[in-house]
């Protein structure tokens, strides 16, 4: 059973679609990473007005997935760029670091640019991918490591069968639910915290169902 399976459905709809480049996928994937390229966007720049106007128009249902996207299209009806963009800096940048810090490594290990970062190297080069999006950040950033899902589950990566649920439980199944938990609590969190809600929401229903498939 693939991911989102369980929940034909997913609950929101409104989300960007991928790339007019990305091949013929069925709608669960291409649902999947429109998520994942989603969350990416948002966690690896500060969101623009026209994304967070975009956001807004985001239309949930009545599962938990959709509740948290009517959580985000609210919160981003009530942003503003500039704060947005404050709250950013004081979640994941900061004056020396941010209130967190979204990294494999620190999260599997308490340090920057250690064992985890070198996994996630080692399994995009043999992916033949290297990082994207113009952002210098080490690869294990939540951000790079969403949009890598992304690209697997859209089809946009070539790649065997099951690389996507290797590389969604070696990389992002022990940490990211905990770290999108983390930015759903942080004390800096407003808007992001919706996006906190969203992510940990559709982590969860990815491990799940690649629980279920094994």
Not at 111 to 124: I, K, M, S, T
């Amino acid at each position: 059973m693939r991911p989102l399976e369980l929940v034909r459905d997913i609950g929101c709809e409104g989300v960007s679609g991928a790339s007019s480049q990305t091949p013929m996928i069925d709608e669960i994937d291409a649902l999947r990473s429109r998520h994942y390229d989603l969350l990416a966007a948002i966690l690896g720049r500060t969101p623009s007005q026209e994304i967070l106007d975009q956001l807004a128009g985001l239309r949930g249902d009545a599962s938990p997935l959709g509740q948290a996207c009517t959580a985000l299209a609210a919160a981003a009806a009530d942003a503003r760029v500039h704060a947005v963009e404050r709250e950013f800096f004081d979640l994941f940048v900061g004056v020396g670091r941010g209130e967190l810090v979204p990294f494999a490594s620190y999260y599997l290990t308490g340090f920057l640019n250690e064992r985890p970062l070198a996994r996630v190297r080692d399994d995009l080069a043999r992916l033949g991918l290297e990082s994207t999006g113009g952002m210098s950040e080490p690869e294990d950033h939540i951000a790079m490591l969403l949009e890598a899902m992304a690209g697997l589950a859209s089809g946009r990566f070539e790649a065997e069968p099951g690389v996507d649920r290797a590389f969604f439980e070696r990389h992002l199944k022990p940490w990211a639910a905990r770290f999108f938990a983390d930015v759903e609590g942080a004390k800096a969190a407003r808007f992001y915290r919706a996006v906190g809600g969203l992510g940990r929401a559709f982590m969860d229903i990815e491990a799940e169902a690649y629980a279920l498939d094994a």
